[in-house]
T-cell receptor
Framework: QKEVEQDPGPLSVPEGAIVSLNCTYSNSAFQYFMWYRQYSRKGPELLMYTYSSGNKEDGRFTAQVDKSSKYISLFIRDSQPSDSATYLCAMLNSGGYQKVTFGTGTKLQVIP | EPEVTQTPSHQVTQMGQEVILRCVPISNHLYFYWYRQILGQKVEFLVS????????KSEIFDDQFSVERPDGSNFTLKIRSTKLEDSAMYFC?????????????FGEGSRLTVL
């Protein structure tokens, strides 16, 4: 079983739709959960960061972590064409704090 | 806004040649990292660097790889004898208080093509 699993997509939605992106993981030591956005041929950019289980909201973005199910989600409300990018989930355990483990990324396209 | 800068943006080299990728991290950051992304695959951790020494490295970071902070601003990744499978996008990243929060700031990447 892969340490972090993420559906690669592509996911295509109309402008204004609610987008749900998900990752599952197997390492129960992961404590910090991040979502990065990566535009084509660019470096990843941190969008959201959450510690342990719970929800975090930032504008149109909501991150959810369910440690009991080893499942994390990113919701994008009122999606815009500028949200078209690859979204990477990423995780970090409290001990190995130097090494972030990334998912493969989900490619999202928002159609105007 | 402060940013991580990387050079070159693209390098083409012959198999067996040495390559040096350069990075200027954000000035007040103390932790530095190299990640790579093979086309179509996930971003993979290579190495982290703090206080002028490697703090952690992955199994990918073998004896062919080395990192250095030659002065107060640059951070370099050297690949001693490149292989075809080293072709990838290499990302430098830096963070302010250690990677505990996962808040890495990435550069735009250096695309390495090994022929």
């Amino acid at each position: 079983q892969k340490e972090v699993e993420q559906d690669p997509g592509p996911l295509s939605v109309p402008e204004g739709a609610i987008v749900s992106l998900n990752c599952t993981y197997s390492n129960s030591a992961f404590q910090y959960f991040m979502w990065y956005r990566q535009y084509s041929r660019k470096g990843p950019e941190l969008l959201m960061y959450t510690y342990s289980s719970g929800n975090k909201e930032d504008g149109r973005f909501t991150a959810q972590v369910d440690k009991s199910s080893k499942y994390i989600s990113l919701f994008i409300r009122d999606s815009q064409p500028s949200d078209s990018a690859t979204y990477l989930c990423a995780m970090l355990n409290s001990g190995g704090y130097q090494k972030v483990t990334f998912g493969t990324g989900t490619k999202l396209q928002v159609i105007p | 806004e402060p940013e991580v800068t990387q050079t070159p943006s693209h390098q083409v080299t012959q198999m067996g040649q040495e390559v040096i990728l350069r990075c200027v991290p954000i000035s007040n950051h103390l932790y530095f990292y190299w990640y790579r992304q093979i086309l179509g695959q996930k971003v993979e951790f290579l190495v982290s660097f703090y206080n002028n020494e490697i703090s952690e490295k992955s199994e990918i970071f073998d004896d062919q790889f080395s990192v250095e902070r030659p002065d107060g601003s640059n951070f370099t990744l050297k690949i001693r004898s490149t292989k075809l499978e080293d072709s990838a996008m290499y990302f430098c990243a830096s963070s302010e208080v250690g990677q505990r929060t996962g808040e890495l700031f990435f550069g735009e990447g250096s695309r390495l093509t090994v022929l």
